[in-house]
């Protein structure tokens, strides 16, 4: 079985640039989640998706970034534009489901590096 | 609002001993799970153990446990016999309608 994949896996912007991250979930996995991992902190959840609905991004700063979930499969998230304390790591996670026992076991993918200069 | 402490930075430990790693949560909700997830240096984020707020037995995992004290709201996380495989950082997590991540530990481990 395929993991989560998330694209690119580095970045490196000026600041006040646009940047994108890409995410593709474990096939049939219906949440999906973003993270953002600033270095030496815990991930903080960004934006939480069931299906192509957002069920939660009360932690978005929305007047920067953005994310989508066409078709409820994958997802772009994105930061227009960037400022210096964007510099982290951004995670994709999928589950089966949203709340149901084991099914709803978060799958982490391998995350996107942005720096920001 | 829902926080989790883990109050150790650091830890190491020696290869074959045993470690636990602490974490509190603050919550006011009665429905939760609590989680730990590892993080080896490759940053890819896999879910060692879980624990359901309403059962009272402790969760296991074969060298992974959890000592879980809904009173103390504490839940912390228990290896035994260390391998190197197990170097890497630690984090507690809570979810109820929010997840919410601790700051890690980095385990090392002693050959």
């Known amino acids: 079985e395929a993991g989560v994949a998330q694209s690119p896996r580095y970045k490196i912007i000026e600041k006040r640039q646009s940047v994108a991250f890409w995410c593709n979930p474990i096939s049939g996995h219906a949440t999906l989640y973003w993270y953002q991992q600033i270095l030496g902190q815990g991930p903080k959840l960004l934006i939480q998706f069931q299906n192509n609905g957002v069920v939660d991004d009360s932690q978005l700063p929305k007047d920067r970034f953005s994310a989508e979930r066409l078709k409820g499969v994958d997802s772009t998230l994105k930061i227009q534009p960037a400022k210096l304390e964007d510099s982290a790591v951004y995670l994709c996670a999928s589950s089966l489901v949203r709340w149901g026992g084991d099914t709803d076991t978060q799958y982490f993918g391998p995350g996107t590096r942005l720096t920001v200069l | 609002a829902q926080t989790v402490t883990q109050s150790q930075p650091e830890m190491s430990v020696q290869e074959a001993e045993t470690v636990t790693l602490s974490c509190t949560y603050d919550?006011?909700?009665?429905?939760?799970?609590l989680f730990w997830y590892k993080q080896p240096p490759s940053r890819q984020m896999i879910l060692v153990i879980r624990?359901?707020?309403?059962?009272?037995q402790n969760a296991t995992e074969n060298r992974f446990s959890v000592n879980f004290q809904k009173a103390a709201k504490s839940f912390s996380l228990k290896i035994s016999d260390s391998q190197l495989g197990d170097a890497a950082m630690y984090f507690c997590?809570?979810?109820?309608?929010?997840?919410?991540f601790g700051t890690g530990t980095s385990l090392t481990v002693i050959p």
């Open positions: 919550t006011s909700e009665s429905d939760y799970y």
């Open positions: 624990q359901e707020a309403y059962k009272q």
């Open positions: 997590a809570y979810r109820s309608h929010q997840f919410y």
